[in-house]
């Protein structure tokens, strides 16, 4: 079960908001931020929904959820299909600061990025 907005309001032990806390797992300190983390933390996965209302409202609903990776997984659709709801879903996770990745289809996720 994904944690709640109540959830989110909570403050860690030295004061900060758990998303706050859980952010900071991605990327230890002194990594190099030229190399892309390790994902850690809460991490999910698209459904093949080739819908877009219905699968950027899931999203929005796990991005309010507080996970900290999400995977583009939609296989279905055009390939400008599929780029337009990737951009759609991209532009979601970055106003969340959360990371998107694009499983399988590196064309698409040099198209977005």
Known sequence: ??????????????????RAARSERAEPTGADPAVTPTPRGLYAITPDEPDAGRLTDLVA???EGGIDWLQFRVKGGSPSQREDLALRIKG????????????DDGALALAID
Do not use: H, I, K, T
Not at 1 to 18: I, N
Not at 92 to 100: E, H, K, R, S, T
């Open 1 to 18: 079960m994904l944690p709640s907005r109540a959830d989110e309001s909570r403050l860690a032990a030295d004061g900060r908001s758990v």
């Open 92 to 103: 979601q996770c970055d106003a969340a600061g959360v990371p998107l990745v694009v499983n």
């Open 61 to 63: 609903r796990v991005l």
